[in-house]
């Protein structure tokens, strides 16, 4: 299953933005991921409409807008007429997260819903059919380059089996902590989304390397996967034969 890579822009560095935007672009990125940040629901502040705004001058990239607000509902309106094409909202704190998934889709937007850490996957037994993705938290939201909770990838699973009974189609994907070392972990649970900030903009050796070594980890992933694949069928064809 083909891996999307969705660099977030909370590492980027935001006085060279459409620079390092255009290089993920060039380097391979599926969309960008924009966290916006409201120091409430959230302990921190990011990003506004403003910011996806001017994105949307610079790049072709779908713009997933990832909010981790107390009111989503507030902001849709503007963060669609600024040029987000997708949001991802979290299950957590929304008391009417079906209306809320409505009226992102009424917008014509893709929409997808977000769990923490600490909530089961099992909470979007509900609410996958309406959805084009759902996004497990790797980390707390809140901040850029905390470190993968390996306790999510079990979870990873489970979400990948229920939306395969539920809505096969809809996209899993997972966000924080991953870099070429979790990207293949999350990949093999099944996620086929993944959203990365540090790994991708927070190094010294720019985006386009950092993106490959991204990708080479994920297509590595992919021949380990195919030799152990290849043995396995040896294998059953040496016992078939005896
Ligand atoms: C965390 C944000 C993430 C963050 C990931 O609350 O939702 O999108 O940018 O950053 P890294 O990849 O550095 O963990
Ligand atoms: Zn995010």
């Known amino acids: 299953m083909t891996v999307k890579l969705a660099p977030s822009i909370l590492a980027a560095d935001f006085a060279r933005l459409g620079q390092q935007v255009t290089e993920a672009e060039q380097n391979g990125a599926d969309r960008i991921h924009v966290d916006v940040m409201d120091g409430h629901f959230v302990p921190n502040l990011s990003m506004g409409p403003a910011i996806v705004q001017s ?3 610079v ?22 007429a600024a040029g987000s094409d997708s949001f991802l909202v979290h299950w957590e704190g929304n008391n009417n997260l079906h209306r809320t998934v409505q009226r992102i889709r009424a917008l014509g937007k893709r929409a997808a819903v977000a769990i923490n850490p600490a909530t089961p996957g099992a ?17 707390n939201p809140g901040f850029g380059h905390q470190q993968f909770i390996r306790t999510t990838l079990p979870k990873i699973e489970r979400v990948r089996a229920l939306v395969e009974r539920r809505k096969p189609g ?38 386009a390397t950092a993106m490959k070594r991204l990708q080479t980890a994920l297509n590595h992933m992919d021949d380990e996967t195919e030799a152990a694949e290849q043995s396995a069928l040896q294998r059953s064809q040496r016992c078939s034969s005896e």
């Open 55 to 57: 994105l949307r001058r």
């Open 59 to 80: 790049t072709g990239l779908p713009l997933e807008t990832h909010l981790m607000i107390s009111d989503p509902d507030l902001f849709l309106d503007e963060f669609a």
């Open 123 to 139: 909470v979007l037994d509900e609410i996958v059919q309406d959805l084009d993705q759902v996004l497990v938290m790797t980390v």
């Open 170 to 207: 809809c996209e899993v994907g997972v966000d924080g902590g991953i870099d070429a070392t979790t990207a293949p972990l999350v990949a093999r649970a099944g996620a086929t989304v993944l959203v990365a900030g540090s790994a991708i903009f927070g190094g010294r050796e720019g985006v």
